[in-house]
């Protein structure tokens, strides 16, 4: 038996959730496509979810962009949880402490020292570099990685 949340915020959240990872998992099909293709093999639109696409997704997969999402929704609920009291809760730690969890395997369907298929181009530049003490100079198709150990003058293509 189904039961549906009697908060309205937490049945909000809950359906923006799910439009999230619907709405990825539709887009996942057409990943990186130009918009001419796209128009051209789907006149009327795409409007099923079929997984597919450059990483070869499963219907109705998660891709990077609702892993990290579900990442920040995990920092609010370790956050809840939290015996620490929100005004001391350091949400943004937590939420990259959960995407560090993602991006070496400790994560669901995916088994440890195994990263992610797919990592935006943001996340990877991001993955340090401005953000912290090293970069991810390239993340290759098989999963390796070539990284600085610190950014200093680069630019964000990492020359």
């Known amino acids: ?3 549906t949340p009697t908060n309205p915020q937490l049945s909000k959240t809950l359906g923006a959730l799910l439009g999230v990872h619907a ?3 539709l887009g996942a099909t057409l990943e990186f496509q130009p918009h001419h293709q796209i128009k051209a093999t789907h006149p009327t639109g795409h409007r099923e979810i079929t997984g597919g696409g450059p990483f070869s997704w499963p219907a109705g997969a998660a891709t990077d962009d609702t892993d990290l999402t579900r990442c920040v929704l995990l920092a609010y609920h370790t956050r809840h949880k939290s015996s620490t009291g929100a005004d001391n809760f350091d949400i943004a730690t937590h939420a990259a402490d959960w995407m560090l969890k993602w991006y070496t395997g400790d994560w669901p ?3 440890p020292g195994i990263p992610p298929i ?4 943001a996340t990877v530049w991001c993955g340090g ?3 912290g003490e090293w970069e991810f100079d390239a993340v290759y198709t098989d999963g390796t990685i070539r990284a600085d150990s610190r950014r200093e003058d680069k630019g964000v293509d990492g020359d």
């Not at 797919?118 to 181009?121: K, L, V």
């Open 1 to 3: 038996m189904t039961t």
């Open 129 to 131: 570099g401005e953000c």
């Open 109 to 111: 369907n995916r088994s």
């Open 23 to 25: 709405g990825d998992s």
């Open 118 to 121: 797919d990592m935006g181009g």
